[in-house]
């Protein structure tokens, strides 16, 4: 069982990662952190969060260690890198990963955490910065029954929707029919805000009108706004959305499923890029309507 006595590894400490890091503190937990670089960690560290120098560290010294980093490359390397956690993590530990990642990834972390004696679940979030500042998140996780219970009351700190889906891989699966979700619906928040310009209304009141009805959505209410008053700072960014989208679409093809409107969606996105927006948030999607 978990208790704030329980010495909490955090790897990734990004838009997301930051604030999901903060409220563990704010509720009493000891936090240890690796980031591959110290300085988007200093605010946690004037905080009170300890820092390891590196993974290996952070695994003999933590009983459940975090993982929200960027791309699935990044989960390989932390997990199984030679200076990954599953070649130095103690036996009893709990491994979580909460990066949007490749199901099989998710399962081959487990198969591996398993004969070290480990619990790993995967437990990616939806819910963007504003979520995970506020404690909101929705988790989808993946694994053991007894593993999510005896570390739920961490995903209660970080989420308020939280399923455990099914076993490894599960959590995956789920957040990227999450993605492909919004991936259309985007498409759709974006012409819904350009055809009300071009009617000569006024944007703001018509998303009054509709966010509240059949049309409404998260993206609807939390991301058209921004999109209106030309707010663009990454509460996710661009550049990890068409990662998740490329998963999903690869992860669909795998299921003999065809996705139209998630290719659709992944193609505007990369253009979007290539025109230099792969930092900028999601709801810069608008910028190739206006």
């Not at 310009?197 to 018509?206: E, H, I, N, Q, T």
């Not at 969606?265 to 900028?280: F, I, R, V």
Request: hydrophobic fraction near 40%; aromatic fraction near 6%.
């Amino acid at each position: 069982m978990v208790t704030t006595d329980t010495n909490i590894g955090f790897i990734g400490t990004g838009v997301m990662g930051k604030s999901m890091a903060r409220n563990l503190m704010k509720a009493g937990y000891k936090l240890s952190i690796y980031t591959r670089t110290q300085q988007k960690a200093e605010e946690l560290l004037a905080e009170g969060a300890t820092w390891y120098s590196s993974p290996t560290a952070l695994s003999k010294s933590c009983h459940v260690i975090i993982t929200m980093v960027g791309y699935p490359s990044d989960v390989e390397e932390i997990y199984f890198g030679e200076n990954g956690i599953l070649n130095h993590v103690s036996p009893g530990s709990f491994l979580i990963d909460m990066t949007t990642s490749k199901p099989q990834l998710a399962i081959d972390i487990a198969n591996q955490a398993k004969q070290k004696n480990c619990y790993a679940l995967d437990a990616p979030v939806s819910g963007g910065d504003l979520g995970a500042r506020n404690g909101k998140l929705a988790i989808m996780v993946g694994g053991e029954e007894q593993a999510f219970q005896d570390v739920k009351e961490l995903f209660q700190i970080m989420g308020e929707n939280i399923m455990l889906q099914g076993e490894a891989g599960a959590g995956q699966h789920t957040k990227l029919a999450n993605q492909i979700t919004i991936a259309s619906n985007m498409i759709g928040v974006c012409e819904a805000i350009a055809y009300a310009k071009k009617a000569g209304l006024d944007p703001s009141r018509v998303l009054d009108s509709i966010t509240t009805g059949a049309a409404g959505s998260w993206s609807l209410s939390n991301l058209a706004p921004r999109m209106i008053v030309g707010d663009f700072a990454p509460g996710f960014y661009v550049k990890h959305f068409i990662k998740d989208m490329r998963i999903a679409l690869e992860s669909a093809e795998e299921l003999g499923l065809s996705t139209h409107g998630l290719s659709l969606s992944l193609k505007l996105y990369q253009e979007l890029e290539e025109k230099g927006e792969a930092d900028s948030g999601t709801q810069a999607l608008m910028k190739l309507f206006a």
